[in-house]
């Protein structure tokens, strides 16, 4: 760490302490990012960090997405996304109004919208679910046909383990879609001993291949209990970040260095200094879409 690093560290402390803040970061963030947060975690958990936290200021160090649920849950806190470029080309691919108009042709089904989406979309949804509870939100559901937002793959996988009747909303994620069924049978070969953990956003023929189908959060976990020494890491490539640092005696390998996720990459220690300086950006979702969204974001809570 140079010296301007450290000095930078202790700015963002010193600031943090003053406005009361708290640094929630996603697995998927640079290194120096998720050492100076307050908690690392997936989606999941850093919703679930965000509804209990007592601070009043939370600099979500994510993609906007992720920010937007966090003013769902607390909307008295002022929440910051320290790069207003950092979205979800996944959460895109979906609308509001396309969501209604699918709506108006599936009337019985349960709509179910993975987390990787818009405030709007979440207003439009029954309930939430992220890639750590998928298949259990889906089992909870008393209706037999789910619409799955917009995740094809999650909800591919999903249906794989449930017997409900499930339309795929033709969204995906373009870094997991990198990962190739021919990277994980060629690490395989490499590694005959390790074991292969895999995101469910990745295709099918990838998921085919793994030991374990994992969120990140699911990932952490994972590779404290294993005796496995040798794990083949199939998600987006910030995670490697964190096994690392948590397991050191283990060995962690990328399924394919192609996974990156720009948005991911954008906050450095220089923005979030700078968001805590300008109270920048904030993220607020307007009151009438919040209400509703959070109707869809506290079902999940309950189930999860
Ligand atoms: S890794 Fe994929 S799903 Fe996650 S934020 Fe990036 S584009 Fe969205």
């Known amino acids: 760490m140079t010296f301007q690093d450290t000095e930078l560290i202790e700015k963002i402390l010193q600031l943090k302490r003053q406005r009361n803040a708290v640094i929630l970061a996603h697995n998927y963030q640079l290194g120096e990012v998720q050492d100076i947060a ?6 999941l958990e850093l919703s679930q960090k965000a509804a209990e936290t007592d601070a009043e200021v939370i600099v979500f160090c994510g993609v906007r997405f992720m920010a937007e649920t966090a003013s769902i849950l607390c909307p008295d806190k002022v929440v910051l996304l320290p790069d207003i470029q950092a ?4 959460a895109d691919m979906v609308t509001a109004e396309k969501l209604r108009q699918r709506k108006r042709e599936l009337p019985d089904a349960t709509v ?6 818009s405030a709007e979309v979440k207003a439009e949804s029954d309930i939430c679910c992220t890639s750590a509870n998928a298949v259990k939100v889906v089992e909870s559901l008393k209706s037999k046909e789910v619409l799955f937002v917009p995740d094809q793959y999650l909800g591919h996988y999903t249906s794989t383990k449930t017997n409900k009747k499930m339309v795929l909303w033709p969204g995906f994620c373009p870094f997991h879609v990198r990962i190739q069924p021919e990277d994980i049978a060629r690490l395989k070969r490499e590694y005959p001993r390790a074991k292969a953990i895999v995101h469910p956003e990745c295709r099918p023929e990838v998921i085919a291949l793994a030991d374990e189908v994992l969120s990140t959060g699911g990932m952490c976990r994972f590779a404290r209990k294993t005796e496995a020494e040798e794990i083949i890491v199939g998600t987006e490539i910030g995670m490697i970040y964190r096994l690392r640092k948590e397991n050191p005696g283990k060995q962690f390998i ?8 720009p948005s991911m990459k954008l906050t450095a220690l220089e923005r979030i200094l700078w ?3 300008e109270m920048a950006f904030e993220v607020k979702v307007p009151e009438a879409i919040r209400l509703r969204a959070k109707v869809a ?3 999940m809570l309950r189930v999860a």
């Open 297 to 299: 974001v506290d079902k």
């Open 275 to 277: 968001a805590l300086k």
């Open 38 to 43: 307050d908690f690392v975690g997936d989606s």
């Open 87 to 90: 979205g979800c080309p996944m």
């Open 254 to 261: 990328p399924a394919s260095e192609q996974a990156i996720c």
């Open 112 to 117: 179910v919208c993975y987390v990787n989406s």
